[in-house]
């Protein structure tokens, strides 16, 4: 069974950089899309930012220039360098796998726990 764990959440001052990690098994993740969420206290999940099994990026219009998604398929991990983070960054940060295309993704394992990343100003 595919399962995902999301780690590297904490706490920074609004300007700082964090770095997620989401590790994957269960699955050939070398073939699959993944993409990042955030779920902000009282709002909808959302998609942050994608990344296909050949390495194409997409990213969502409050996060572009300033996240960078990735991914090490030796790993079966997917990351997410953040940088200069806002305080609307705030949210429980999930990833999971799906196929992505046209600024959408279509997830389809379970989601995880998710890591809390919270920014204060």
């Known amino acids: 069974q595919v399962q995902l764990v999301e780690s590297g959440g904490g706490l920074v001052q609004a300007g700082g950089s964090l770095r997620l990690s989401c590790a994957a098994s269960?699955?050939?993740?070398?073939?699959?899309?993944m993409g990042w969420y955030r779920q902000a206290p009282g709002k909808q999940r959302e998609l942050v930012a994608t990344?296909?099994?050949?390495?194409?990026?997409y990213y969502k219009d409050p996060v572009k220039g300033r996240f960078t998604i990735s991914r090490d398929n030796a790993k079966n991990t997917v990351y997410l360098q953040m940088n200069s983070l806002k305080p609307e960054d705030t949210a429980v940060y999930y990833c999971n796998l799906g196929t992505a295309t046209s600024g959408r993704q279509y997830p389809v394992g379970s989601w995880g726990q998710g890591t809390q990343v919270t920014v204060s100003s």
């Open positions: 990344i296909t099994s050949g390495g194409s990026t």
């Open positions: 269960g699955i050939i993740f070398s073939s699959n899309d």
